[in-house]
């Protein structure tokens, strides 16, 4: 167990998250189970008002969610001093086998808070809550989820051990700590690229196809999901190295370091964005001919597509801007 | 979109207006906030800054130092290891080191004597840090009188004195010739204090280390990574004991910003009251109080930090020094560096804003969602 201002902190916020969570979820459930907007009773009333609170509630988890993700990356590079052979955070979170679970959950949460607000902001528009059953549900999935995060945070960081000096003698020969390794397995550079930049352009291609006719939105949520996939992988393979302009260090936290401009930030900001937008776009699809909705849905879906859309070319635009302009050259 | 922000810009107005009306209500909480930001922003701020004039020490530290064990203890090492560690590929040199602590009875300070490498200074000659000519009322070509472990004294003639500025290293510091070294302290023959061992390339290190205490199972090599490690680790331990002390004040803050956002004052209700029944939707309202706490917690955050900034850096940190840097009779006057980045307020803001926040969010909900008519009757 580390004690430094920043594990405390983070603790603290999924404590926080992981709290209101739950607290969310109670009501979630009761609203799930008592809901009935034909009747003006007091209950009914009461569950209304609570829906205001639940998503007061998801934004901000939303928000503390996004803001905690890069402050655990960052603090888990702060930390690679601490242990033997650790160069980055790539290095800190591989020293327990909670590190990863941890990061990639928060990921996963991130981006379904993401879409329960857009589910949420779908339904606040229509006045007869046509959503709330959808929206409560995936309240139910999220929870959990928030509590797991909690978990294996907690988990994560009660493991780590600094390896400090002790009064017997130097730690490194205390025990036998082989060093982490720092790389992450890699793909091959060349069908990343075909599969990356093929991906973007479905992506593209089926995005303005809905925008301009408003058909084939599940094609576009799916492939913007899948090309936020292979672009993840991507950093990974080849991006990353244009650079570093370095043909062997793959590291995906790096890019969110100093020497290299804070890109990383840009970079993931983006990717995060299209996709929390391309898959909200298709969890709207199912909705578009509810009464209420039939008008609003369609014209959300378009702004959320534009957004993927956006955020997707930014992305894409860098990524291509650097592979021409690095000094590096991949064979 | 150009309504979207002219509506929070009128919010914003509204809510401006409507916490000046109750002064004294919102400045009793925001000195509260205020001062545990400022709390827990110079102990950050401190931390960080100790944490990083001890790495800039230690980056001229040794690659590498080996020491002797005997019976666990740390024990002189024989000279004769060192010309054995040097054939060691990778190692660049090994310079045997002769330094101890010394205890002057007249002022009760220890200082750390070390023997010099420079042969070409006079034997009496010696170098001293700005504490010890501090505490013995000491100038360039005066003599100071130790006393050797056989009870006779050594006189050493002060050569220089080290600048101020190498405080932090150098204020307990007495540099000294060998020869002066072996009258005061009268080592046994072949024996140095530990080894300091150069080596060309850095990620060869854990392999010459391992290859010493191979030759000699009872040496102890340290690499200065470990030391930096270790140096962290107690800072990082420090601030966050410290921390978990001040978490108590945290925690009767949150729960008197919890009990501050629960008593809406009759007026307060009112307000609210007369505001939804003139049209405000309970988003608004909503909105309204978020924009309240943007105010207030931004406005605590601020200045908390920028007060934290002048305790820290301008005052030397009065309220945290005794708690963080330990004590010593000769303790070394430094002026912190200020290092101030975006990860420590964000640590910051973590620490404040968001807890705060949580707390606010139920009662807030619930002053948005009161009925008109049953607000404007109480």
């Known amino acids: ?331 | 979109m150009k309504r979207a922000i002219e509506r929070h810009l009128n919010i914003l107005e509204f809510t401006l207006a409507s916490l000046l009306r109750r002064k004294a209500k919102n400045f009793s909480l925001l000195a509260m906030y205020l001062m545990v930001v400022f709390m827990l922003a110079s102990l950050q701020f401190f931390v960080t800054a100790l944490k990083r004039e001890a790495a800039i020490i230690l980056d001229d530290a040794p690659d590498m130092v080996v020491q002797r064990l005997t019976a666990g203890r740390q024990d002189l090492v024989p000279t004769g290891h060192a010309a054995e560690i040097a054939r060691i590929r990778g190692v660049t040199a090994v310079r045997p080191r002769l330094w101890g602590y010394y205890y002057d009875a007249l002022n009760g300070a220890n200082y750390t004597v070390m023997a010099g490498d420079d042969t070409s200074a006079k034997t009496e000659s010696a170098s001293i840090g700005s504490g010890v000519a501090k505490a013995r009322n000491l100038a360039v070509g005066d003599l100071l009188p130790l006393i050797g472990y056989d009870k006779a004294p050594v006189m050493v003639e002060i050569g220089t004195i080290f600048p101020s500025g190498s405080d932090l290293i150098a204020a307990d510091l007495i540099i000294i010739s060998p020869a002066n070294f072996q009258r005061l302290f009268n080592l046994p023959g072949g024996q140095a204090t530990d080894l300091a061992v150069t080596v060309r390339n850095p990620k060869e290190l854990a392999t010459v280390a391992a290859k010493i205490a191979e030759l000699f199972p009872g040496s102890r090599p340290i690499l200065k990574s470990e030391i930096q490690r270790t140096y962290q680790s107690v800072f990082d331990w420090r601030g966050g004991m410290t921390l978990m002390i001040l978490a108590s004040a945290l925690l009767s803050f949150i729960i008197f910003a919890w009990d501050k956002a629960t008593g809406l004052s009759a007026e307060e209700r009112k307000e609210i009251g007369i505001l939804k029944s003139i049209g405000w939707e309970t988003s608004d309202v909503l909105l309204l109080k978020f924009w309240e706490g943007i105010v207030i917690s931004l406005t605590a955050f601020l200045l908390g930090t920028i007060l934290a900034y002048g305790h820290v850096f301008f005052l030397s940190a009065p309220l945290f020094v005794q708690a963080l840097k330990g004590w010593s009779v000769i303790y070394p006057r430094f002026q912190l560096v200020p290092v101030v980045d975006a990860y420590q307020l964000a640590v910051l803001f973590f620490l404040t804003v968001v807890p705060y926040t949580t707390a606010t969010i139920i009662p807030c909900w619930r002053a948005a969602t009161t009925d008109p008519d049953a607000a404007m009757r109480y």
């Open chain 1, 1 to 331: 167990m580390i004690l430094q201002p920043a594990v405390l902190a983070l603790l603290l916020i999924a404590l926080l998250v992981a709290g209101m969570g739950i607290y969310a979820g109670y009501y979630g459930m009761r609203i799930l189970g008592q809901w009935d907007p034909a009747s003006g009773s007091e209950g009914q009333l009461e569950l209304e008002r609570r829906t205001y609170l639940v998503s007061t509630i998801m934004s901000y988890i939303l928000s503390f969610e996004l803001m905690s993700l890069f402050l655990f990356i960052y603090t888990a590079d702060e930390l690679h001093p601490l242990f033997t052979g650790a160069m980055c955070a790539a290095g800190t979170l591989a020293v327990n086998s909670f590190g990863y679970p941890a990061l990639i959950i928060k990921v996963v949460n991130f981006l379904l808070a993401g879409v329960w607000l857009i589910v949420n902001y779908a339904d606040n528009r229509g006045y007869d809550y046509p959503l709330i059953k959808v929206k409560y549900e995936l309240l139910n999935l999220l929870v959990p989820l928030l509590v797991l995060e909690g978990v294996l945070l907690f988990a994560y960081f009660a493991g780590v051990k600094p390896d400090i000096i002790t009064s017997c003698c130097g730690s490194l020969f205390s025990h036998e700590s082989s060093g982490f390794s720092g790389d992450l397995a890699m793909l091959p550079h060349l069908p990343m690229q075909i599969a990356f930049f093929s991906g973007m352009a479905v992506t593209g291609a089926s995005g303005l196809f809905f925008y301009i006719r408003g058909r084939a939105g599940y094609l576009f949520s799916i492939s913007s999901t899948v090309t936020f996939l292979v672009a993840v992988a991507s950093v990974l393979s080849f991006i990353c190295l244009y650079f570093y302009e370095l043909p062997t260090h793959h590291c995906p936290f790096c890019l969110l370091q100093k020497e290299y401009g804070y890109i990383g930030y840009f970079l993931y900001a983006t990717l995060f964005g299209g996709v929390v937008a391309g898959i909200g776009t298709g969890v709207l699809m199912p909705f578009r001919k509810v009464g209420s909705l039939i008008r609003i849905i369609p014209a959300i879906q378009r702004r959320l597509v534009l957004v993927t859309l956006c955020c997707y070319l930014l992305f894409t635009l860098i990524t291509g801007w650097k592979m021409v302009f690095s000094a590096l050259t991949l064979g």
